[in-house]
């Protein structure tokens, strides 16, 4: 069974996120929580298959967590997405040096995430 951990402060998105991926990917377990903190312990205790992350929270953004990701060599293996509604090719740039594995820009259809995370599961 996949693991998908779905990482968002903003809760209606993180529930239409986790909602999209548990209706659809039969075999997985999708978690999610509202902050970087929480999804960086998450990620370590659960080993996803797949992080799901919005770019900018409070606390500790999508840019600290993955990066923390890449830094622990028990995570650092695992495919991670951000989510965002940064344009600029800036950020996304940083986002790929520090190891994103992909880029859906808000908004996005349920489609675009199924086929993201179905690649990265497929990898």
Same mark, same amino acid.
């Not at 548990?22 to 992080?51: F, M, R, T």
């Not at 990701?69 to 028990?74: A, G, K, Q």
């Not at 820009?105 to 599961?121: G, I, N, R, T």
């Given at each position: 069974m996949?693991?998908i951990l779905?990482?968002?402060d903003d809760?209606v998105?993180l529930s239409? /996120?986790?909602? !999209?991926?548990?209706?659809n990917?039969k075999n997985s377990? /999708?978690?999610? /929580?509202?902050? *970087?903190i929480k999804g960086l312990?998450?990620?370590?205790?659960?080993?996803?298959?797949v992080?799901?992350c919005?770019l900018?929270?409070p606390?500790?953004s *999508?840019?600290?967590v993955l990066?923390?990701?890449?830094?622990?060599?028990? !995570?650092?293996?695992?495919p991670f997405? #951000?989510? !965002?509604?940064?344009a600029?090719?800036? +950020?996304? !740039?940083?986002g #790929?040096?520090l *190891?994103?594995n992909?880029?859906? +820009? +808000?908004?996005?259809?349920?489609?675009q995430?199924l086929?993201?995370?179905?690649f990265?599961?497929a990898?």
């Amino acid at each position: 069974m996949a693991r998908i951990l779905v990482i968002d402060d903003d809760a209606v998105l993180l529930s239409c /996120v986790a909602d !999209t991926l548990s209706l659809n990917l039969k075999n997985s377990q /999708v978690v999610s /929580v509202a902050n *970087g903190i929480k999804g960086l312990e998450l990620a370590q205790e659960l080993q996803p298959d797949v992080i799901v992350c919005d770019l900018n929270m409070p606390e500790m953004s *999508g840019y600290e967590v993955l990066a923390r990701i890449r830094r622990d060599e028990t !995570t650092a293996h695992i495919p991670f997405i #951000f989510l !965002t509604a940064e344009a600029s090719s800036t +950020k996304r !740039t940083l986002g #790929f040096e520090l *190891g994103a594995n992909r880029y859906l +820009k +808000k908004p996005f259809a349920a489609s675009q995430l199924l086929e993201a995370v179905e690649f990265q599961l497929a990898t």
